[in-house]
């Protein structure tokens, strides 16, 4: 399932054509998405096809495509503090994009088939936490995933407030999913070749929204003989954090939100420790279509100006100034030459060739102007690769007056 819109040249591309598809929709979302390189969750083989929108299957691993891990991250509505429950967990993308917006006081649990896809999400959670600048943009609700069968949950499990099951459900395995759910709670899930989205708005009732067709392979229903007792897959363990986790997430939050150099102004605190402000707002657009629009738009102006100035030329008419009163100066010669342009009108036709040539030379204009653009960047290599941004949070962090482990601690022992 896929294809619904075009290919792009890296994720920043992808998540554009997204946006102008509407399936990213709110600003969160698109954050999540731009954090996070969806070729990071290819085998580097693969790597090439990571930024079309399509789904891709190597063995047990599993991606969607990115219209529809979009869709669902709209229609789960996340915010930060939410449980939730990720059934059929797979690369972990998903759940990692979904820790961005929950915080570090939510709760991110997945529940995945195959082992072997297990070891392969936490590489590449651990590769993430360890390697990418976007976790210092955001305080993280790190998922924590096992391996069961999501038919399997023991009925005493606690409830959650966002559930997404990645597998085609049967209809009847309807109503075990809803009771996965708090009230007031969503659960998103492909329901007779439709993704649907179900909130549950009391203890026995529901609301149920039907958002596009797709295809999914269906659950992988257990596996065991009528007599032997059902093995039961529990979930993660819901942990309370440390003191030391909780001073760390706020030393982190402390130094995020205080005033960038020169501004002098507060960037506020809020409630909420994962949105992205102060420092977690800057460069989450990271670099590159931003870039080419602006090399377009100044190819674009510079061409016009060009073919304005030709134009100018070719009518032999002056731009007039203007007097202190803005007025302008010489209106008498201008009504003097209206005579005169009177006579002139049956050389229009002819006018109307010069403008003909006058838009080929524009082409030509804007045909060299790129070239030189692009000579530009080859050169120089900053129009369209700036240098990247400096990791603020990690540069004050290393500044502080503190012994290099505990440094290290609150950078989540990272090595770069």
């Known amino acids: 399932m896929g294809g619904a819109v075009s290919a792009g040249e890296d994720n920043d591309d992808l998540i554009d054509n997204l946006k102008e598809a509407y399936y990213i929709r709110t600003d969160l979302v698109e954050r999540a998405f731009r954090a996070i390189d969806r070729a990071d969750y290819y085998l580097d083989e693969y790597r090439d096809n990571a930024y079309k929108d399509l789904a891709w299957r190597h063995g047990n691993i599993h991606l969607s495509a990115p219209c529809i891990y979009s869709e669902v991250m709209e229609a789960l509505e ?13 690369t ?19 529940i995945e088939l195959h082992a072997d896809v297990i070891d392969y999400a936490y590489q590449k959670l651990d590769s993430f936490i360890k390697t990418s600048d976007s ?31 990645g597998a085609g459900v049967q209809k009847e395995h309807e109503e ?9 709670g969503i659960l998103v899930m ?21 958002i596009i067709s797709v295809s999914f392979a269906p659950l992988v229903l257990p596996k065991h003989s009528p007599k032997s007792k059902a093995k039961m897959a529990p979930l993660p363990k819901y942990e309370v954090r440390t003191l030391q986790e909780l001073a760390r997430i706020c030393i982190r939050h402390t130094l995020r939100v205080t005033p960038d150099e020169g501004d002098g102004q507060s960037r506020g605190r809020g409630s909420s420790f994962s949105v992205g402000r102060g420092l977690a707002a800057a460069g989450l657009h990271k670099y590159g279509p931003r870039f080419k629009r602006r090399r377009v738009h100044r190819r674009h102006c510079n061409a016009l100006m060009l073919a304005t100035r030709q134009a100018v030329a070719s009518s032999g008419v002056a731009p007039t100034s203007l007097d202190s009163n803005n007025n302008q100066e010489g209106r008498a010669e201008d009504e003097e030459a209206a005579g005169e342009r009177q006579a002139r009108r049956p050389m229009r036709g002819s006018r109307q060739a010069g403008r003909g040539r006058l838009v080929e030379e524009e082409e030509t204009v804007e045909e060299e102007v790129e070239e030189r653009d692009e000579e530009e960047e080859k050169e120089t290599g900053e129009l369209l690769r700036p240098q990247p941004a400096v990791n603020l949070l990690r540069e004050r962090i290393l500044g502080l007056p503190l012994p290099e482990p505990l440094k290290m601690y609150l950078l989540f022992y990272r090595e770069k």
């Open 78 to 90: 996340l915010h930060p503090g939410l449980s939730f429950l990720n059934l059929g967990s797979g």
């Open 190 to 210: 492909p329901l007779e070749e439709k993704l649907t989205k179900i909130i549950r708005t009391g203890v026995n009732s529901w609301e149920t929204k039907k």
């Open 176 to 184: 075990y999913m809803k009771n996965l759910l708090k009230v007031g």
């Open 92 to 110: 972990g993308y998903l759940s990692t994009m979904v820790g961005l917006i929950l915080g570090p006081f939510g709760v991110n649990h997945g």
């Open 135 to 165: 976790f210092d943009k955001f305080e993280f609700c790190e998922p924590s995933f096992v391996v069961g069968n999501c038919l399997e949950i023991p009925p005493e499990s606690r409830h959650y407030d966002r559930v997404y099951c």
